[in-house]
């Protein structure tokens, strides 16, 4: 039996090269190794957007059209909306009673974000638990493994505690999961710090080609390399960090020893990357131009994933109600 992989994302922005670079470019090679899903967690998203439903309405569309551009083939892995699997909540429920409040303050990602957004105490209660729903939406799909960045890693140690306690306290029928760590080099964006869209540096994955040549001349570069001729460290510029990413071996090795003795120009080399990512990008922009000559194809895929999985979830659910003694 191939063994199952859920991954997902919160539906509150564009998917950009951050996500491409570090999850989206594995799952497009996984799906054809594992039973794929792909979970686009508008719930996850709302414990922090309670009050921009709209904006994560528009965004779970919007990230769903992004994974059929970047090469999620919906033929082989399944696209699912959180929202669309009530079971999921359902879960989170009960699974809630397996954990202390004490625990979940613990989490260092949560402690993380709650610090980044300003929370304190008034963090909702459902951010707080977030983790717990994380859990519902790993063990719901049976999940034998998740790939993941750093920083969810934590996710999966609660769900490993989570079904550990169900299993013992109950019965043995939740499937413990296993984290895949992403190998991927952390990507920087525009300001140099890790690219992501609260802070406004990043490279779109349906970014056109003037978008991109546009974000790319704003990136920073070596602070000490201010004209041509300058010498620069290419170890401390992201526009090499994404050249690494994106250009040929040779052409590395060139672009470093030609910063390095100031013959080649900071502008020149963005140049030379916007290029680069638009080549990259170009199945993209094809697959993206077909599918907005499809109207409807989005719903009919996420519909088709929400039938897909409910077998699999009802069976999940079954065992569980039985475990606990529920109806
Ligand atoms: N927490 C993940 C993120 O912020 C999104 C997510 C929700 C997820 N449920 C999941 C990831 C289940 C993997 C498996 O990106």
């Known amino acids: ?4 992989i859920l991954t997902g994302d919160r539906p509150t922005g564009p998917l950009h090269l951050g996500h491409y670079v570090g999850s989206l470019q594995s799952r497009v090679d996984l799906q054809h190794e594992y039973a794929t899903y792909v979970l686009i967690a508008d719930l996850q998203a709302l414990t922090d957007h ?23 083939d919906p033929t082989v892995a399944t696209i699912v909306v959180q929202s669309g699997v009530p079971e999921l909540a359902e879960l989170t429920v009960y699974y809630l009673n397996l954990v202390t ?9 949560v402690k993380d974000e709650m610090r980044q957004k300003g929370f304190d105490a008034d963090v909702p ?7 717990v729903s994380q859990a519902a939406d790993i063990t ?6 998740v790939p993941v960045g750093e920083d969810q890693l934590p996710m999966i140690e609660q769900t490993v505690e989570i ?14 999961p296993q984290p895949l760590l992403s190998e991927a080099p952390l990507i920087p964006g525009a300001d140099g710090r890790k690219m992501s869209k609260s802070l406004d540096n990043y490279v779109g994955v349906r970014d056109e080609p003037d978008e991109i040549r546009e974000k790319v001349r704003t990136f920073i570069t070596d602070p000490q390399k ?4 300058d010498p620069g460290r290419p170890e401390i510029c992201p526009i090499f960090a994404l050249h690494k990413l994106f250009s040929a071996p040779d052409r590395v090795r060139w672009i470093d020893e030609n910063c390095r003795s100031g013959a080649l ?25 077909n599918l907005d000559a499809t109207p409807g194809i989005v719903d009919e895929v996420l519909a088709e994933g929400a039938a897909k999985v409910q077998p699999v979830v009802e069976e999940t659910m079954k065992a569980v109600r039985h475990a606990m003694n529920l109806a």
Do not use: H, W
């Open 1 to 4: 039996m191939r063994k199952t």
């Open 50 to 72: 309670a009050e921009q439903p709209e904006l994560v309405r528009r965004n779970v569309l919007e990230v769903a059209l992004d994974y059929l551009a970047v090469g999620i």
């Open 101 to 109: 409040v004490a625990r979940l303050g613990r989490n260092p990602t």
């Open 125 to 131: 209660a459902g951010f707080l638990v977030y983790p």
């Open 140 to 145: 719901a799909f049976k999940a034998d493994v």
């Open 163 to 176: 079904v550990r306690r169900f299993n013992r306290l109950y019965s043995p029928v939740l499937v413990e």
């Open 226 to 229: 201010i004209r041509l001729g």
């Open 265 to 289: 120009g900071c502008v020149e080399n963005k140049m030379n990357l916007a290029d680069r990512i638009i080549e990259y990008y170009e199945p993209f922009r094809e697959r993206r131009a």
